[in-house]
């Protein structure tokens, strides 16, 4: 492609990407299509000759774009709603147009040092620790995953030589997300080895339990390694209560990690910091800016305070000549810290999205989500026909329509049937519950109140013309 060709095609581009961004609320939030369209859609056999950039465009916005569920929509509510924000996007844009890849401090230097600024500036701003060292995975899965290798790292070393290791217990609420099994299965855990500590009335870990589980492990000449606590879980955003978990993980010796992937954003607000209390005795802690903090996917810290257990854990006889390269005091290799070797040059969308908003911006935005998720709760609270299922915590609702299980499920199916909004679900108490999450920048005050009109009409439909509000079957 010529530089030419390239121009041209870009501004193609760039003109698509801002009508998009300016135009989103035209699209459906979910796509109206079954499984295979796509496919189908689609040659079974790639080109034998390349094709010119505009068919290729052109197949893009007709082939592609209506499959697609639009995570960037502001009514997008389901999971935790997130947004690729404009400084973000062309951060992203710039990074691949460069594709840095910086393995080592010699591979790209700026790459490098601006990971360490801008997790520094991050740092500072949550007032963790100075001695947190902060490093940047892809996802909050790959991040909890080396968080829990660094841990085995420190309870068992030999492990690193044999493979072999003492029975090790890993500790974390029945409402801790799923990646933290993953993470633990992946590094040779295994399933019976991972505890669920029940959680209070209001989803949080239960401290006295977690003792009990553990004085039971040591009993039976287990060894516990480590516990993990969840600020802002899954399902309801609840807050385990860290100081009193690290209070336990101290007295144990267990290496606490903190699952702040969502909740993290909330304590850069002054009136959430205490959320943070008791992470100075955290052994690592985990935030998604790609969540809620207006970075595109994919972008995730880990921050560990043991960066030397951390680099133990990949500690190799002898490193590849390929890879030998001058050592010196400033100069990092982020890849002698994680598994991966090649990694993108991520903090560059990061430090624009920073610098683009600042401190004050993010937390006044952060502020507006929350304002809107308690409005709307106080709204469900009013109205006699449903109930919340959870405190609100954050920018998540949880709620019900009082009827059944099968009610609430039809109602989920009507709600994003409409294209207008898209909501999740879960299970709390055994019940089926809706989950609104409210995290886009551009997201309104409007949006929340049609978005809960259209709810309680679509309920009311359905408790006039009841069949019409069962899925079909089929
Ligand atoms: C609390 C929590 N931890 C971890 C994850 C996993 O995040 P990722 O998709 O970045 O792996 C999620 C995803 O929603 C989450 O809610």
Not at 46 to 74: A, C, Q, S, Y
């Amino acid at each position: 492609m010529s530089p030419e060709e390239f121009r041209a095609a870009a501004h193609e581009v760039v003109d698509w990407m801002a009508d998009y961004l300016r135009d989103i609320r035209d699209y459906p939030v979910l796509p109206n299509v079954q499984p295979g369209d796509t496919i189908d859609a689609l040659p079974a056999q790639g080109p034998e000759h390349g094709e010119p950039m505009p068919k290729i465009l052109e197949d893009f916005r007709n082939l592609i774009v209506p499959g697609l569920t639009h995570w960037n929509h502001p009514r997008f509510h389901g999971y935790f709603s997130i947004s690729a924000s404009g400084p973000g996007i062309l951060g992203e844009m710039l990074a691949a147009t460069m594709n840095i890849q910086h393995m080592l401090w010699k591979a790209s230097p700026a790459a490098t040092e601006l990971e360490q600024v801008t997790l520094g500036w991050l740092r500072q701003w949550w007032g963790l620790a100075d001695d947190f060292f902060g490093i940047i995975h892809d996802t909050a899965s790959t991040s909890s995953m080396h968080a829990i290798l660094a841990a085995r790292e420190l309870a068992a070393p030999e492990t690193r030589l044999t493979g072999q290791h003492p029975r090790l217990i890993l500790y974390r609420s029945e409402h801790a997300h799923n990646s933290i099994d993953k993470g633990a299965l992946t590094v040779g855990i295994g399933i019976e080895n991972i505890r669920q500590v029940p959680a209070d009335a209001e989803f949080r870990m239960q401290p006295a339990a977690l003792e009990a589980m553990i004085q039971r492990d040591l009993a039976q000449g287990h060894k516990p390694f480590c516990v993990v606590a969840t600020l802002g879980t899954t399902s309801s955003a609840a807050v385990d209560p860290l100081p009193a978990i690290a209070a336990i993980a101290e007295r144990h010796g267990l290496w606490l990690h903190v699952d702040a992937a969502y909740g993290g954003p909330a304590a850069l607000l002054e009136e959430h910091r205490h959320i943070l209390d008791g992470s100075s005795r955290a052994d690592s802690i985990v935030v998604n800016p790609h969540k809620w903090l207006f970075t595109p996917v994919d972008l995730s810290i880990l921050y560990t305070r043991r960066p030397d257990i951390m680099r133990r854990a990949f500690a190799l006889d002898e490193t590849p000549a390929y890879l030998l390269t001058a050592q010196h005091e400033r100069a990092l290799n982020f890849s002698e810290y994680s598994l991966n070797l090649g990694r993108r040059f991520r903090s560059l969308k990061l430090w624009f999205v920073l610098r683009y908003y600042g401190r004050e911006g993010i937390v006044r935005i952060l502020r507006e989500h929350i304002r809107l998720a308690h409005m709307l709760s106080e709204e469900i609270r009013r109205d006699p026909s449903y109930e919340l299922s959870a405190p609100t915590e954050f920018s998540l609702v949880c709620f019900r329509y009082r009827g059944s299980d099968q009610e609430n499920q039809a109602l989920y199916e009507r709600i994003n049937a409409t294209g207008k909004t898209f909501l999740s679900s879960t299970v709390l108490n055994g019940r089926y519950v809706l989950r609104l999450a409210i995290g886009n920048l551009a997201t309104t005050e409007q949006d929340i109140r049609e978005t809960w009109d259209l709810i309680r009409s679509l309920a009311r439909q359905a408790t006039e013309s009841p069949a019409a509000a069962l899925p079909d079957p089929s």
